[in-house]
């Protein structure tokens, strides 16, 4: 018997599933094996393998199927019709911007990339001004452009790029939420922390060290060595596909947390990953839910389960173990006042759980502004000193420490920001949720038992896949729409209590 | 103004490089750095990404502007002519041989890799033998089809998928000057060694000793360590394209040598590759000259230039201070002694520069009655034991140190052994052609100085890339045509003094 339509396309989205798993390898090797040198080679393989995968998406014969399959779609069962729903997303997504505007866009963000790194180099934001100001003006032809055809306002278009069915509405209105309470908090935070600083802990922690205690770690949270990787990166990441899974992370010799919870925090993607439904693993339908539920993997594993105190107890004679240390500092008490120390900051990446929202807030505020262009690009390192004064009482003294911190504007990345305050909240209700329905989850912890937080996991959320809408996975997960209530009542409990 | 015909074709083999330069790194990645359990999802990628090249290589466009470059081919300068030749070869290749047929041969070598390493594990061909016997009848099939396509006899165009134009009448004149002279001199060379068995080298050489000796010779080879990589893998290769080249070897820790000249051997490879013209790297013209000049770039390594005298002299004082060795086994007439003992071998790999090429005349002649149909696969692991003790007086007890010593066969390649020796011949020829042309040589090697000598190379031999046929580039290089004159000298020169 032939293959029907909706097979016909099951048989293209597998070997679009290949490509993007080569892609994916291909830049995990350029971050962490790659030589020096070799990056314009790199560049032409993404390139050539990127153009393909979009013209093996955008074919007419997909078209064609894609019809042929969704005039047939009431013949299909729950997930087939889900991964045509996929399908379709992915593929009016990808006809949506023309090959010459994703050409500008590629050439003015690897020109702008280069000049955000000489711009910090010089401290001085006028050097990236005109190349950020060609990028925005190319992001904007794209978002209006992706808007019409998903019918969307132009930024809910580039929000719904990383996150479908996460609205501007929805953000506003969790970011109004946090914005209400979170100044507050903040403040009481440090003062209820002020007379209880940690104290240091002094030595230096060597990679080979801090890797076998992160090694033991990841075992324990389920992470397979036998179809994954960790290795070192100048940035964490997770790249590889559910079969081949390779997490990063950075050591820091003076620091024996940062690396282990890099190490931690994606090892909660690759989790997620793992636990996509495996009969599903080669079609959009088997894919993650978008970046914000992504983020919110996580942090769950980083914020919620780990930097707790029955982690702690998890971890402390872990550490005495593989790290060599012993004294008095070596505490639970002590370690968890390092793990929960709230401070100002006006640098996001060094930013701590509690004022991390802040500056997202901030960013989702000024890159609206940027793209309806009532905020000239010129006016932004005032504008951004500023917001972070008023919002978090904290003034950039320059440009590095201001709006050339990041490089996502200069990438492109605009509506990218929001999803990792989205992630916080989400990986809130979830936490909140899994305890009411694992009472016992503290103890698992500090006995270095996952299983448990896993297979709830695997049940209620990454099985799911893409088959539902994200705030319907949310609500069925958890038993509630999407609020930030959870995420404060967590961030409430956590921060004002005596460390 | 327009693209010509000729300048579209570039563009399109652009792509197909870029292509081809993926599909290395992912099976670098799979030999090197890939869990063990990620081999499913890599062969989807890997099978996803030569489907593509395939179907790009040979869509009607690239036909039509083949068709339209040939017809104004007198326009054109001596490279870009060359150029639309190898493309035209390229083409015609990839289209003799039909997907179903290429599907089909995957598949039974897939099966028949399987069933080598239980015949292996179990010592018994009878294991093998129906799916060699399968993989055997489809190859016969392929060949048919690309004899067709390529006017050549079907065991021709095998050899000539893996080394263009060299023809089994090349080979067998090579051949039979080489079994002339051959079984003579090992005779001889073990006689003249007996007197001078060289004293054992004992120890534990730690992998990070050897490494650091062969980054060190690597780097004085010319290696680019900032455009490429050294790596551990179960047997040495080379992946990867000019600008990111991968070699690997494998470390023993009990043999101070096998490591470093495996590096050695694929520097070769690699030194090759970096040398092919650079504003023709991503053209077929831009390519290596097909595999038996590759090899003839490794032995000339790893043989002429590294297992001699002079590179003794410059390899001692590292092997004192890298490994830490002293004492009188380690002098230079110890060191040289092992470098070039003779022995007897059942098995290939264990195999001495000089017994080498006997081994390879024997599949040679096999494989042919194997494809004429002249010897059954069933009398194989007879044929192969008669064959060697008449070459070589020495008979395998088993069928693992006999016809089930090579994967080769298995995975489909025949055609392919010739290449080796092949490979020596040129290595040969070239070496004496180099050193009438630099006098100095053995000083510079022995003083660690090898930019002579790549520069010769690169001027002789690499830059030509696929401009010229394998035979012309030989005489161009050497100023006389391909014989076995110079190798058998060689041979008998080094082998015939007293160690």
Not at 162 to 188: C, E, H, M, V
Not at 402 to 412: E, K, M, R
Not at 438 to 467: C, K, T, Y
Request: charged share 25%; with cysteine; proline share 6%.
């Amino acid at each position: 018997m032939a293959a029907s339509p909706y097979e016909q396309l099951e048989q293209e989205f597998r070997r679009l599933h290949a490509f993007r798993g080569a892609l994916s390898l291909l830049r995990w090797d350029a971050a962490v094996m790659m030589p020096r040198g070799s990056a314009d080679v790199r560049g032409e393989q993404l390139a050539a393998l990127e153009t393909e995968h979009h013209a093996l998406l955008t074919t007419p014969k997909v078209a064609r199927l894609l019809e042929r399959a969704e005039a047939g779609a009431s013949q299909l069962e729950d997930w087939p019709l889900a991964n045509l729903h996929e399908m379709r997303r992915q593929r009016d997504h990808a006809i949506a911007t023309p090959p010459s505007l994703i050409a500008r866009l590629a050439k003015a963000t690897a020109r702008a990339e280069v000049f955000w790194v000489e711009a910090k180099k010089a401290n001085d934001f006028k050097l990236l001004a005109p190349h950020l100001e060609e990028v925005v003006h190319l992001v904007r032809d794209k978002a209006a452009l992706l808007g019409q055809a998903r019918g969307l306002a132009p930024y809910d278009a580039l929000v719904d790029g990383f996150t479908p069915g996460i609205s501007t509405a929805d953000i506003d209105t969790i970011f109004k939420a946090l914005s209400r309470k979170l100044p507050g908090l903040i403040n009481q935070a440090i003062e209820v922390q002020a007379a209880h600083a940690p104290v240091p802990l002094a030595g230096k922690f060597t990679v080979a060290r801090q890797r076998s205690l992160s090694v033991e770690v990841l075992k324990a949270l389920g992470f397979p060595f036998d179809r994954g990787r960790l290795d070192e990166s100048e940035h964490p990441f997770t790249e590889g596909v559910p079969g081949d899974i390779r997490v990063t992370t950075r050591f820091d010799l003076n620091d024996p947390f940062s690396g282990l919870l890099g190490a931690v925090h994606e090892t909660g993607h690759a989790m997620y990953d793992l636990g996509l439904p495996a009969e599903w693993r080669d079609q959009p339908v088997g894919r993650d839910r978008g970046l914000a539920l992504e983020e919110s993997q996580s942090l769950l594993f980083e914020m919620n389960l780990c930097r707790s105190r029955s982690f702690v107890k998890y971890l402390r004679p872990l550490m005495e173990k593989y790290l060599q240390v012993s004294g008095p500092e070596w505490d639970e008490a002590n370690l968890y006042r390092h793990l929960t120390r709230v401070r100002r900051s006006t640098v996001r990446m060094d930013a701590d759980e509690l004022t991390y929202p802040v500056h997202i807030m901030l960013r989702y505020e000024l890159e609206k502004k940027i793209l309806e262009g009532s905020l000239p690009v010129a006016d932004l390192p005032e504008a951004w000193n500023a917001n972070l004064e008023q919002r978090l009482n904290i003034r950039p003294t320059n440009d590095v420490d201001g709006c050339l911190q990041d490089i996502h504007w200069a990438v492109g990345h605009f509506g990218y920001f929001p999803s990792y305050v989205l992630g916080a909240v989400i990986a809130g209700q979830i936490n909140e949720a899994m305890r009411a329905a694992r009472p016992s989850l503290d103890e698992e912890i500090a006995a270095g038992q996952f299983g448990g937080v896993m297979d709830w996991l695997r049940d209620n959320v990454h099985g799911v896949g893409a088959r539902l809408p994200v705030q319907e996975l949310i609500k069925q997960a958890t038993g509630k729409p999407l609020t930030a209530a959870a995420y404060l009542r967590y961030l409430e409990a956590k921060y004002l209590e005596v460390p």
